[in-house]
């Protein structure tokens, strides 16, 4: 199992569950699990809330960025005073990247400096919000041709494109637009060399077993054919759509049931547990 996930997707689709999901499952084998979600508490804290061997945080930049200051500037005593000063939260708004590097670098200390974790997962959010804190630090990297910040964006864009310890998951749910967001953000994370993850398909109708059709053309009765035909066609309408975006990205979609439930990440880890592990 890798030892960094990132889960994204379309808004809507089940970010937080999958990525409980994979967090529920890691600390289930044992492995000492933090998840994170980037900006306030949400869904994934909800989900995860009450799991005792879950560490749950939440990364927002400004936070991050004051973090960053004590632990890396050394500033020492002059952190608070920075970070309680009335220009402080513009400054950090206004840096163009500045709070989305913040976040992806305290990941990292997560993960690769404090010896606390063996497995962290992040859930980004939408994917939009997520390629822009995924993307930075190459594009610091590549920005400043030294110094303390190109070599802290340096390290973190190496850890983003190392396919043994990072995932970065997408999720969908099987309609158009999600699976073309879907796509384009794949199609994103490849062009910038990341470790790109699964592709889960989540609430996938449940396939209709053999022989669905002949069976339903024997019913005579159209209030009960009906509703068969319109389910039977909503699954090959997805099963079509699903099939499509595989090609087109040469990949297996990891197909997903919807769940009906008070907890529906429990339920789905062993299915996510296959892909992940």
Known sequence: MHGLHFVTGKGGVGTSTIAA???????ARGARTLAIELGQPGGLSRMLRGHAAITIDCYEGAAALAEYLARKVRLGRLVRAVTQHPLYDAFVGAAPGLRELMAIGKIRDAFVLQDRWDVVVVDAGASGHALEHLRMPAAAEDAFDGGRVHREAAVNAALLRDRARVAIHVVATPE????????????ALRALDLATGALF???CAVPPPPGVDDAIARISDPLVAAPLRAARSWAWIQEEGLAAVERELGVIAVRLPKIRGADPARALAPIVAEAVC
Not at 21 to 27: D, E, L, P
Not at 176 to 187: D, K
């Open 21 to 27: 999901a994979i967090a529920i499952t890691a600390a």
């Open 176 to 187: 158009e637009m999600p699976l073309r967001e879907a796509a384009q953000t794949i199609g």
């Open 201 to 203: 398909a989540n609430q």
